[in-house]
C-alpha cells in the first residue's frame, strides 16, 4: 500500500517552531489505526530543502514493514505512508516511493 496525504495546519504552526515539532511528532504508529502496524521499530527527523520532517518505521502482527514519513512545509503538512506484508524486496520499492516524494 502508498499513499501521500496533506492536511493544512492553522498559519500559526509556520511561526511556531514548537507547534511545528509537536504536529510532527504527533505521526506515530499508534494513530495510524487504518493498519496493523502498531510496535515502532526506528524513528529519525532530518529536514527535506530545509523543511522539517520525521520518518518512522513500524510493524506488526500482519504488516512486515510501514514507513510514514512526514513533511512540514510552511502550514501544510504532507504524509507519506508505505506499507507490505511479508513481500521480498518491498523494503527497496518502499525507499524509492519516499525517495521520489519532491517539495519545490
Known sequence: MYGV???DLPVAFRKNSKAAQQALAGITCENSSFMDAKQLTSQ???RLNGFPGREIKCQGEEIALAKIRAFLVGERLYILIAATNHEPGAAKSIDGFMKSFKIR
Open 5 to 7: 496525504m496533506y492536511t
Open 44 to 46: 529519525q527527523t532530518f
